[in-house]
């Protein structure tokens, strides 16, 4: 709605605990694409009975990946709270 | 074993637990106790809808044949969850504030209230929940077919179209029991799903049951897996073992559909009219998102992390043939573990019974949203808003859609025959539903996107997927063997699953490259090269910078209705006056003292009304209810809103309007000018005019009275007729200053009338001696006695006034050689009209629109009155109700005298 | 020999009252009423004095007084006007057609007699 040149400047520098927050936003947006990428690589592995690594190993990969997501998003999704989440988006943006 | 009869009534009781469940938290609900209800790990578990019987039984079958590659309808969703941040934050905010119901209410929402997209995602949500409705009832028949031991049963849910063949003659009370099934859920659906007709479309009880169910079904599959793990291989290190030997021992996954089937899930899972409403339109709290986020991950990891030791277990224990896509059900049953095959049967029902249910709701939402009401709206012709039945209009429409869907998918089951037709519509309903993520994504994240961008794209997108998918699912029905091959006509590039010569693909993966792409280049390309309309705008900007304009969720009650917002927003789009005057009329209509009425909802009723009449219906709506709701649309958008459209609108009917207005605008300025102008110069002879009238007695007095004086010699007989003279012009001169104070005071509306019955002839009658009195000359008069048989309920002396002044004008002014005047009484139902008609030259064109003012006289030339006679009568009749005017079209002067049929009513 | 008057005037008080007055001062007053044909009557009775209503049914006594005017058979008529109006228009409107006199309503006995007298033609 407003013009663009008319909002306020966001400061470029934040203290300590906002900077931290940042960064935790950060983490938890690329969280899902690192997870994407981690359960993409068995797309380069070798197909085949032969070939193509154990099942077990296969099996083994996949779900360590997941609880590995699991935990830290956990971890992230607790440190990030909502009211300061929109507020620094607001700031942000 | 179990009898068919107990495992019925295992159903019926789980059936009736969850009833008690339903009913439990939907009185807790109202009761406003239900804190607890709203728990993170409701919410998450309700999420668990997700994973439907396809998956539950699906998922063993689908590791047995293909491995790996039933974990990619997992991980999709996990990938969502864990970037929740991303997306769901985003949907779920948006969701709460601005009160989406549905995926196609968002859609819809977003870009417009466009109704036209509405209708179009509904339409696809209904085309492609139905099969997976039909498979959901498919699953439960298959599953109790295994306990009735009829056979191995038909393959249910596998990712693969390979699956086992149908079993042909299924008993017919298996057939029975997914009827039975059907109606039940429909009945509980229709229960808890449209009991209330909550602004939010919550339902408490149902998300406590869903999330019942899926403790139920995550209890049940685990409790397989744990049997198989310890009871049956031995331990952890041994089923790895185990596995190792089975033929999955290796990795040997189609990369492409490895990748394609993780975006699919993952698309599906936010754009599934079932995901939809327990993500979004269900969410209590917004911080329960948060938990989910992790937590529903690792409920999906639970649900997968057994599924490979299952298959491969079964795999080596049952016969071979056995169809793996019921491992769950027939390991246990062969290890003799019947309490444990009939606790895992009850998951897949619980699969199946939440799916349908909450897809139900969720589809019938938008068929009664979206496809019921408009029409029944326009049926009714707008007078729905009026009355109070609207709310049971809107719950009928909801129960009825919610029958049809179940129905409609039982119907499906039962005329596919449930054989392996139906095995992969799981994904192929997938595809048709993630159509809708281009215009989802593009119009959270891109302000550009416009309402016709995401019609082209859903367009484009479900006419791929019907092509190259939906349709050639059915089998030769539809498109023959021949079509398929060599395309419509023989145009190979159009065959449907080689389109643009991309054959040798993987069906599905080939449908969802074209569907998904084209549709998304489509939404692109067209939304850059349309222009949205101001509302769109305006939702693309709420839409896209939710988390500026809401510092939080805000809850129904919280939004204060201003109406002094309402005010000034009504002012853009009606313009002041008409903003102010209908502010006004209702808070008098409330009887407050001010100008702002309460924002009651019998005023926004009225308000939206008014308003739609100049923005249409839903835009109206969406302003009023914007304002009043208190979502997080700032009243400076809508102001922006309403001036842009008031600006557009002002700018369009300029245009059309404008040379008809200027030219309209012109001839009314020179008609005044000139009236003012004759009204000027009648004004200056009014002023003479009355000044003769005045002087005329009053010489005849000077006169005489100073013969009186100074005479001496006058004779007896010549006093008293000068005496007479005297007294005669002094009464003339009274009655002219009574004319003259008669019409001040009856212009000022201050005259008292006098009522009474009488007989329309007996006041003509009147009149008529009346003004003839004392004139001898021909003026003579033609009347129908007959027709002025009337009775009147007036001042009839008022009344007789007016006759007698028209009669008098026709004898001063009517220059004819043999003057005669018509009366004529005409009944014309509601009024009575009488015309007096001349033989004269009537009044010229030009003074007819100035006979009645009140300085106004024919013309210098003809004396009479003061020229108030007309001006005299029109005050008359307006104070009787009636009217008085020139009659145009006759040979000579006319004037009609209109008289309602209840002048009693008129005068007061 | 008695003075002729004619008297044209539509209100009938007004035409007794001037005629009573005259007649005691010994005119012959003849009276006429309508507009229409009153300068025809005024050449028909060739009066010494015209008294002339300027509010006439038929035809406004400016346009008589111009009619009598333009008559040569009538020059040098005198022509009193009366009238009911009393603006200084209606005074320039009656001098303009050649009034020799104007009295404004209401008027005085005397002063339309002396009036009348002064027009009189010595004889």
Same mark, same amino acid.
């Given at each position: 709605?407003?013009?663009p ?6 400061p470029?520098f ?12 950060d983490?938890?947006?690329?969280l899902?694409?690192i997870g ?7 797309l380069?592995?070798?197909?085949g ?7 077990s190993?296969?099996?083994i990969?996949?779900f ?5 997501l699991?935990?830290?998003?956990a ?5 990030l709270?909502?009211g300061?989440?929109a507020e620094?988006e607001?700031?942000?943006e | 074993?179990?009898s068919?009869?107990g495992l019925?009534?295992?159903c019926?009781?789980?059936?009736v ?5 339903a ?5 807790a ?10 728990s993170?790990m ?6 668990s809808?997700y994973c ?11 590791a047995?044949?293909?491995g ?8 999709g969703?996990?990938l969502?969850? !864990?970037?929740?941040?991303?997306v769901?934050?985003?949907?779920v ?5 601005q ?8 859609v819809?929402s ?7 997209l509405?209708v179009?995602?509904?339409?696809l949500s209904?085309?492609a929940t139905?099969?997976?409705i039909a498979?959901?009832l ?5 599953s109790?077919e295994?306990?009735?031991g ?8 596998a990712?693969?179209?390979?699956a ?8 017919a009370?298996?057939?029975?029991s997914?009827?039975l099934?059907a ?7 229709? !229960?808890?799903g ?5 602004a939010?479309?919550r ?8 999330a019942?169910?899926?403790v139920?079904k ?9 049997f198989?793990v310890?009871?049956?291989?031995g331990?952890?290190a041994?089923?790895?073992a185990?596995i190792? %030997? ?7 996954i189609?990369?492409?559909?490895w %990748?394609g089937?993780i975006?699919l899930s ?8 079932r995901?939809?409403?327990?993500l979004?339109?269900?969410?209590a709290d917004?911080d ?6 992790w ?6 990891l639970l649900?997968?992390v057994?599924?490979?030791p ?6 080596d224990?049952?016969?071979a043939?056995?169809?793996p896509?019921l ?10 573990q019947?309490?444990l095959?009939?606790?895992?049967f009850l998951?897949g ?7 349908v249910i909450v897809?139900?709701i ?6 009664s949203n ?5 029409l029944?709206?326009?049926?009714t012709?707008?007078?729905a808003s009026?009355?109070?039945?609207i709310?049971h209009?809107v719950?009928t ?10 129905l409609?998918?039982?119907f ?8 392996t ?5 799981? !994904? ?5 539903a ?10 959270i994240f891109?302000?550009?996107a416009?309402?016709?961008g995401?019609l082209a ?7 791929l997927w019907?092509?190259t998918l939906?349709?050639p ?8 063997a021949e079509f398929?091959?060599?395309g419509?006509?023989g145009i ?7 389109l643009f010569?991309l054959?040798?693909?993987?069906p599905?993966?080939?449908?969802l490259l074209w ?5 998304a280049i ?6 850059v090269?349309s ?6 705008r305006?939702?693309g900007a709420?839409?896209v910078?939710?988390f500026?304009?809401s510092?939080?969720?805000?809850s ?10 309402l005010?000034i ?7 002041s006056d ?14 407050l003292k ?7 909802p ?7 009304r008014?308003?739609?009449g ?8 969406a ?6 709701g208190g ?5 400076q958008?809508?102001i922006?809103?309403a ?7 002002e700018?369009?009917a300029?245009l059309?309007?404008q ?10 300025l ?5 009236k003012?102008t004759r ?10 005019q009355?000044?003769?009238e005045l002087?005329t007695p009053?010489s005849s007095i000077?006169?005489f009275?100073e ?7 006058l004779s ?6 000068? %005496?007479?003279?005297?007294?005669d012009?002094t ?7 009574d004319?003259?104070?008669?019409l001040?005071?009856?212009e000022?509306?201050?005259?008292s009338?006098n009522l ?10 009147r009149?008529?001696?009346?003004? %003839?009195?004392g ?10 006695h007959?027709s002025?048989v009337?009775?009147?309920h ?6 007789a006034?007016?006759f ?9 002014y009517c220059?004819a050689e ?9 009944d ?7 015309d007096?008609?001349d033989?004269?030259?009537g ?8 006979i009645?003012e009140k300085f106004?006289?024919?013309s210098d ?8 006679g ?5 005050q008359?009749?307006?104070?009787l ?5 020139y ?10 005298v ?11 | ?5 004619l ?13 009573f007055?005259?007649a005691?001062?010994g005119?012959?007053?003849k ?14 009775e060739?009066?010494d004095v015209?008294?002339l ?18 008559d040569d ?6 022509v ?6 009393g603006?200084s228009k209606?005074?320039?409107?009656a001098e ?7 009295m404004?309503k209401?008027?005085s ?5 002396d009036?009348?007298r002064a027009?009189?033609?010595a004889?």
């Open positions: 709605m407003s013009d040149e008319a909002r306020p400047v966001s470029v934040f203290e300590r605990r906002t900077y931290r927050r940042r960064r935790l936003q983490a938890a947006r690329i899902p694409l994407a990428f981690a359960w993409l690589i068995p380069l592995w070798p197909r009975a032969e070939d193509g690594p154990p099942m190993q296969a099996l990969y996949v360590t990946i997941w609880v590995v699991i935990v830290v998003g971890i992230l999704s607790y440190r709270t909502l300061e989440a620094a607001r700031s942000q | 074993m179990i068919f009869n019925v009534a295992i019926l009781a789980y059936v637990l969850l009833f008690a469940v009913f439990f938290a939907d009185g609900a109202r009761r406003g106790r239900g804190g607890w209800l709203r993170p409701v919410y998450t578990l309700s999420l809808v439907t019987a396809w998956t539950f039984y699906g998922a063993v079958g689908s047995a044949r293909s790996l590659e039933y974990l990619t309808i997992y991980l969703p996990t969502v969850m !864990i970037g929740w941040w991303w769901l934050r985003k949907l905010r948006i969701g709460r504030s009160r989406i119901t549905s995926v196609a209410d968002l819809s977003r870009y417009g209230k466009s109704n036209l509405a179009g995602v509904t339409l209904v085309t139905t099969p997976y498979l959901q498919q699953s439960v028949t298959v109790l295994v306990f009735s009829s056979g191995t049963g038909s393959a249910i849910g990712l693969a179209t390979d086992a063949s149908g079993d042909g003659n299924a008993p009370q298996s057939a029975n997914a009827f099934v109606l039940g859920l429909a009945l509980f659906t229709v !229960i808890f449209t009991r209330n007709l909550d939010n479309e339902h408490h009880g149902v998300v406590m049951a869903i019942v169910e899926a139920v995550l209890f049940a599959l685990m409790a397989v897996g744990v198989v310890w009871g049956l291989s331990g952890i041994e089923t790895l185990r190792e %030997a089975s033929p999955l021992r290796s990795w040997d189609n990369g492409g559909r %990748a089937l975006f993952a698309a599906a899972f936010i754009c599934l009219p995901m939809f409403q327990v979004v339109v269900e969410s917004e329960h998102l948060r938990t989910a986020s937590a529903f991950p690792l409920y999906l649900m997968s057994f599924v490979v299952i298959a491969v277990t079964g795999l224990l049952l016969p043939g056995a169809n896509d491992f769950v059900v027939t390991l246990p049953l062969a290890q003799g019947t309490e095959a009939v606790l895992s998951g029902f619980s699969s199946a019974t939440s799916m897809a139900s969720a589809v019938s939402t938008m068929v979206h496809i019921v009401m408009p029944w709206l326009r049926l012709g707008g007078r009026m009355s109070g039945d709310r209009v719950l429409a909801r129960r009825v859609s919610i029958v049809s869907v179940v409609l998918g039982y499906y089951y039962a005329l596919s025959g449930g054989g037709a139906l095995a992969s519509i799981g !994904i192929i309903s997938f595809v048709g993630v159509q809708v993520l281009p215009s989802v994504l593009g119009g891109w302000r550009g416009t309402r016709l995401a794209g859903l367009f484009t997108g479900a006419t019907a092509y939906f349709l699912s059915f089998g030769p029905v539809i498109f023959s398929m091959s060599a419509p006509f190979g590039w159009l065959a449907p699953h080689a010569g054959s040798g693909m993987d599905f993966l080939h449908a569907s998904m792409s084209l549709n489509a939404f692109f390309v067209v939304s090269a222009f949205p309309t101001p509302l769109e305006l939702q709420q839409f910078n939710i500026q304009h510092g939080g969720p805000r129904w009650s919280a939004g204060v209705a201003q109406t002094e917002d005010l927003m009504s002012q853009r789009i009606l313009g008409q903003a102010i005057a209908l502010f006004r009329r209702e808070a008098r209509r409330m009887g001010g100008d702002l009425p309460e924002p009651e019998g005023f926004l009723e009225t308000l939206e008014e308003l739609a100049s923005v249409g219906a839903a835009t109206a709506h302003m009023v209810g914007q304002i009043v979502t997080s649309v700032s009243v958008d809508l922006a809103v001036d842009e459209s008031a600006q557009l609108m700018y369009s300029r059309e309007a040379s008809a207005e200027l030219s309209r605008t012109a001839r009314q020179r008609e005044a000018n000139q003012l009204l000027s110069v009648q004004k200056d002879a009014f002023l003479s009355i000044s003769h002087r009053m000077r006169a009275s013969i009186l004086r100074d005479s001496d010699s007896d007989a010549e006093q008293s007729k000068f %005496a007479s003279i005297i007294h012009e009464i003339r001169l009274t009655r002219l200053l004319d003259i104070l008669d001040s005071v009856m000022n509306g201050r005259v009338l009474r019955e009488g007989t329309l002839s007996d006041v003509i009658e009149a008529v001696a009346a003004a %003839a009195a004139e001898g000359d021909g003026l003579r008069i033609q009347r129908n007959v002025e009337v009775r009147l007036t001042d009839l002396d008022r009344l006034q007016v007698i002044n028209l009669i008098a004008n026709a004898r001063k220059e043999k003057p005669v005047l018509q009366i004529r009484v005409r014309l139902g509601d009024a009575i009209c009488v007096f008609v033989n004269g030259q009044v010229p064109e030009e003074s007819r629109d100035m009645f106004s006289r024919m030339q003809k004396a009479g009155g003061a020229g108030l007309l001006a005299i009568c029109r008359i009749m307006e104070r109700g009636g009217t008085i005017s009659l145009p079209g006759e040979t000579g002067g006319a004037f009609r209109r008289l309602p049929r209840d002048a009693a009513l008129a005068a007061e | 020999m008695t003075k002729r008057l008297l044209i005037e539509d209100e009938p008080n007004i035409i007794e009252a001037i005629g007055i005259l005691r001062d005119w012959h007053v009276s006429h009423t309508s507009g229409k044909d009153a300068a025809e009557v005024a050449r028909r060739r009066p015209v008294i209503d300027v509010m006439l049914p038929g035809k406004s006594g400016y346009d008589i007084l111009r009619e009598i005017r333009a058979s009538l020059a040098g008529l005198p009193l006007m009366l009238t009911a109006r603006q209606d005074r320039e409107l303009q057609a050649g009034a020799n006199r104007f404004t209401p008027f006995n005397s002063e339309v007699l009036a009348v027009l009189a033609p004889s």
